[in-house]
C-alpha cells in the first residue's frame, strides 16, 4: 500500500511571518538600541544616506560600488580558476610545479592581502575587485582542477584513440568533468565574493557598503551599521538565488553524469 505523501507547507508565507515577527520584536522589544537602534530610527536615515548625507557618497551609489565589484570579482575568478583548472589538470608538469605557491597562496588569511593589494593598486574599485577575484579564483581552481584530474580515464583514452591530442582531452572531457564541480561551488563562490569586497571596502576604500560599515563601527552609529548590513544581506540573498536559479537552468540541460555531480 502506497503511502500518502504529507502536503507541504507553504514557504514563503511562514519566511514572511519570521521576517515580520522579528521586525515587531526589534521594534517593540527589549533591545538595546545603542547596538541595535530601532526600524523607526533607521528609516529617516536611510533616507538621508540614500541622498547623500554630509561627508558621504549617496547610498545608492554606495550600493552600486558594492554589487558592480561583487559581480566583476566573480566573474573573473569563476572564468580564470575554471580554465587554469581545466589546464594544470591536463598538464601534471605545470600542476606539480605550482603546487606549493598556489597551496602558499590558498593558506594565508584573505583579509591579508588587502594590505598588499591596496600598496600595488591603490585604493579604489580595481583592488576591490582583484581582492573579490583572487578568493573566487581559488574556490573554482582547487574545485575545477580535482574533478579535472580525476575526469574518467576510459573517455581519455578514447580521446588518445581517436587521434585526438591535449586541446580534445580538454575540450572533450576535462572540461566536461570540472563543469559539475564549477556548478558546485557556484553558491560558495558568490559569498566570497561579497566577502572580499567587504574586506577590501572595509581597509581600503573610501565608499561602498563595507566602508560605511567600518566608520559606522567606529563611530558608534547603530543606525549605519544596521543599514549597511542588512543591504549587504539583501544582496547576498539575491545573488546566492540567482546563482541558484541558475544551476538548476544548466542541470537541466546538462548530460546526467555531470549534473550529478552538483551538490545542492
Not at 594590505?115 to 579564483?137: A, D, E, R, Y
Not at 549587504?232 to 541558484?244: D, P
Amino acid at each position: 500500500m502506497k503511502k500518502t505523501p504529507s502536503p507541504k507547507l507553504p514557504v514563503l508565507p511562514l519566511q514572511l511571518l519570521i521576517i515580520l515577527l522579528v521586525g515587531l520584536y526589534w521594534q517593540y522589544g527589549l533591545v538595546d538600541t545603542h547596538l541595535f537602534s530601532r526600524p523607526s530610527l533607521i528609516e529617516p536615515r536611510l533616507v538621508e544616506l540614500w541622498n547623500g548625507a554630509v561627508g558621504l557618497p549617496p547610498l545608492w551609489r554606495q550600493v552600486a560600488e558594492t554589487l558592480g565589484a561583487t559581480i566583476a570579482g566573480l566573474a573573473a575568478g569563476i572564468l580564470l580558476g575554471f580554465l587554469l583548472g581545466v589546464v594544470f589538470a591536463e598538464f601534471p608538469l605545470l600542476r606539480d610545479a605550482s603546487a606549493p605557491y598556489l597551496n602558499a597562496i590558498n593558506a594565508v588569511p584573505r583579509v591579508a592581502w588587502v594590505p598588499v593589494l591596496t600598496m600595488v593598486f591603490g585604493f579604489g574599485l580595481l583592488t576591490k575587485v582583484i581582492m573579490s577575484g583572487l578568493i573566487v579564483f581559488l574556490v573554482v581552481f582547487f574545485n575545477v582542477l580535482d574533478a579535472a584530474t580525476h575526469a574518467p580515464p576510459l573517455l581519455l583514452r578514447n580521446v588518445v584513440v581517436l587521434g585526438g591530442g591535449r586541446w580534445a582531452s580538454m575540450r572533450d572531457v576535462r572540461m566536461w568533468a570540472g563543469l559539475g564541480a564549477l556548478l558546485a561551488s557556484l553558491p560558495s563562490a558568490v559569498a566570497l565574493a561579497l566577502v572580499g569586497v567587504v574586506f577590501a571596502e572595509s581597509l581600503a576604500a573610501e565608499s561602498g557598503l563595507g566602508a560605511l560599515m567600518f566608520n559606522a563601527m567606529h563611530t558608534g552609529d547603530a543606525r549605519d551599521l544596521m543599514i549597511s548590513a542588512t543591504l549587504l544581506a539583501l544582496i547576498g540573498v539575491v545573488m546566492t538565488g540567482s546563482v541558484q536559479f541558475l544551476q538548476r537552468l544548466l542541470a537541466a540541460r546538462l548530460p546526467p553524469d555531470i549534473a550529478g555531480d552538483r551538490h545542492d
